[in-house]
């Protein structure tokens, strides 16, 4: 009996929607890879969780936090080609797992009608126990919640279809960001100014770092290897589950 052949992720879809708690996750994590679907045509939609008012390095009053950060990832979509970019206001820093949140990312995920869904990992990684923040498990978790069984299901969450006509939508695949069980490199070496624009737009968030380049550099150069790339590429992974 031979093994079933291992699924490929798709090589281009119409519209992605990318999921993560605090402005600059995706853009550390992913920004190169969105810059690459972005190129392709990809339409990509961004939501972010919270504001990050719980960020930065610096006396900024707390009240001046999230309107800064909204505005830092505003400017960072920007960068890789993303115009489309929504926040759900939840607290940074106090995200639980609550069907509420769960109903929040299902709604948009039936507004957009992605065929890829972007998120972190739910799942501890204890070797990196850096990528493993507590909101983005949370995020991680009620997104791959909200793809299935709730987005897909007419009957979960009725009131999105009765109030607000937001039909059932079932996502084809989800790419999950810092995971343990990385199946998936994608080469953003000929996009990575791409990616150091938008990283540079979170002023709040990376000012105190001398060296972002090589810091971010670094360790997507690992990524690559570990992947098998030539040496001096750069690379973003992701453990890519396929939802339908």
């Known amino acids: 009996m031979t093994s079933p052949q291992p699924r490929t992720p798709a090589e281009y879809v119409e519209r992605a929607l990318c999921v993560l708690a605090h402005p600059d996750d995706v853009d ?20 972010i969780v919270t504001d990050g008012d719980a960020g930065g390095f ?3 009053p707390r009240e001046r936090m999230g309107p800064l950060r909204r505005a830092e990832q505003q400017a960072a979509a920007g960068a890789v080609g993303v115009e489309d970019v ?36 739910p799942e501890r990684w204890w070797d990196r126990i850096g990528a493993s923040h507590p909101d983005h498990m949370t995020v991680g978790e009620s997104t791959l919640r909200a793809v299935y069984p709730d987005a897909r299901n007419r009957f979960a969450f009725p009131e999105l279809l009765a109030e607000e006509g937001l039909d059932a939508w079932t996502v084809s695949e989800v790419w999950l960001g810092a995971s343990p069980r990385a199946d998936h490199a994608v080469d953003v070496t000929d ?3 791409l ?11 990376v000012s105190h770092m001398p060296d972002l380049e090589g810091f971010v550099g670094g360790w997507m150069r690992q990524t690559a290897r570990r992947f098998g790339l030539p040496d001096g590429r750069l690379a973003e992974a992701f453990q890519v589950v396929h939802t339908a």
């Open 28 to 47: 550390f994590g992913s920004a190169g890879t969105v810059a690459t679907w972005a190129a392709a045509g990809t339409e990509v939609t961004y939501l």
């Open 58 to 60: 610096d006396e900024t």
């Open 86 to 121: 929504r926040f759900l206001g939840y607290p940074d820093g106090r995200l639980e797992l609550t069907l509420d949140l769960r109903r929040d990312i299902s709604r948009v995920i039936r507004q957009v009608r992605p065929q890829r869904v972007l998120t972190s990992s």
């Open 191 to 193: 996009v990575i100014e």
């Open 195 to 205: 990616k150091f624009a938008a990283l540079k737009s979170h002023v709040t968030q």
